[in-house]
Nanobody
């Protein structure tokens, strides 16, 4: 059974940093593209960053230059380093394994205050 568990969310002031982590329990983790998504209150869930098994990355325009996605295939973990946070980055952040119909974590809340 595939499972993803996120951690690292919290409350931070604008301009601050947070690091999110996603621990995976699945075989062949290194084969899957992984992604971080977020959902702000009243808005649809959106892609934030993606990383392939070999390390190629893709970012939403709104986070380019501020966020960095990385992974450790040996530890079955994918991280999201978030710098220069803005209030509009507030939302629930989800980790996703982009396999079959997708496997989602339970989400971790990030709140950025002025």
């Amino acid at each position: 059974q595939m499972q993803l568990v996120e951690s690292g969310g919290g409350l931070v002031q604008a301009g601050g940093s947070l690091r999110l982590s996603c621990a995976a329990s699945m075989s062949a983790f290194g084969l899957f593209r992984m992604g971080w998504y977020r959902q702000a209150p009243g808005k649809q869930r959106e892609m934030v960053a993606q990383i392939t098994g070999s390390g190629s990355t893709n970012y939403a325009n709104s986070v380019k230059g501020r966020f960095t996605i990385s992974r450790d295939n040996g530890k079955k973990r994918v991280d999201l380093q978030m710098n220069s946070l803005k209030p509009e980055d507030t939302g629930v952040y989800y980790c996703k394994a982009e396999v079959a119909t997708g496997v989602w974590g339970q989400g971790t809340l990030v709140t950025v205050s002025l």
